[in-house]
T-cell receptor, first 114, second 115 residues
Framework: AQKVTQAQTEISVVEKEDVTLDCVYE???????LFWYKQPPSGELVFLIR??????QNEISGRYSWNFQKSTSSFNFTITASQVVDSAVYFC???????????FGTGTSLTVIP | NAGVTQTPKFQVLKTGQSMTLQCAQD?????MSWYRQDPGMGLRLIHY???????DQGEVPNGYNVSRSTTEDFPLRLLSAAPSQTSVYFC??????????????FGPGTRLTVL
């Protein structure tokens, strides 16, 4: 079974605070791919990052960083020094190598208060 | 490249009407899919396709039909619209799993209201 859990439904932070969005996944595949997407209030879905299961190196892109830990089946997303423009719904997704489907979490709605 | 395009952007239907949501991609992606997004429920897969002539059901296929006659196009048909189908619909496409560019890219969405 493939499943993605985003336990945090809504998070509010004050601008310039750091915030971490949690993502826990389940899969029986040994090779799989993890993704994060951002959905701003305008509604489009924007791709942020892709990781494969063999690459556990953490990644940093500007204020964004991702922590992939196979031991805990987690792929968490941290925004440093949050800004109002970071307000959006963020989705974590999983794709197994043997199947074709993407499995999405239910999303975390982040509000950054000025 | 236009990426993934969807038409229309907005649609209002009456219960029982039928319609087709159009989706096209110009990236030569094998995999295409349709999702619906409802408040608090994330993205739920309706149908997907791994190539021309091949389609399969996702999590919530009832009330929807798809076909894939070309690599580029993947229309979603609502046979007899119901208020429960009021939602935002997203089309997406990607290469198959494992390719370096197997990221799924989304169209802008169609907001459908069924009265």
């Amino acid at each position: 079974a493939q499943k993605v859990t985003q336990a945090q439904t809504e998070i509010s932070v004050v601008e310039k605070e750091d915030v971490t969005l949690d993502c826990v996944y389940e899969t029986r595949d040994t090779t799989y791919y993890l993704f994060w997407y951002k959905q701003p209030p305008s509604g489009e879905l924007v791709f942020l990052i892709r990781r494969n299961s063999f690459d556990e190196q953490n990644e940093i892109s500007g204020r964004y960083s991702w922590n992939f830990q196979k031991s805990t089946s987690s792929f968490n997303f941290t925004i440093t020094a949050s800004q109002v423009v970071d307000s959006a719904v963020y989705f974590c997704a999983l794709r197994g190598h043997t199947g074709n489907q993407f499995y999405f979490g239910t999303g975390t709605s982040l509000t950054v208060i000025p | 490249n236009a990426g993934v395009t969807q038409t229309p952007k907005f649609q209002v239907l009456k219960t029982g009407q039928s319609m087709t949501l159009q989706c096209a991609q110009d990236m030569n992606h094998e995999y295409m899919s349709w999702y619906r997004q409802d408040p608090g429920m994330g993205l739920r897969l309706i149908h997907y396709s791994v190539g021309a002539g091949i389609t399969d059901q996702g999590e919530v296929p009832n009330g929807y039909n798809v076909s894939r006659s070309t690599t580029e196009d993947f229309p979603l048909r609502l046979l007899s619209a119901a208020p429960s189908q009021t939602s935002v619909y997203f089309c997406a496409s990607s290469y198959m799993p494992g390719s370096r560019t197997d990221t799924q890219y989304f169209g802008p969405g169609t907001r459908l209201t069924v009265l």
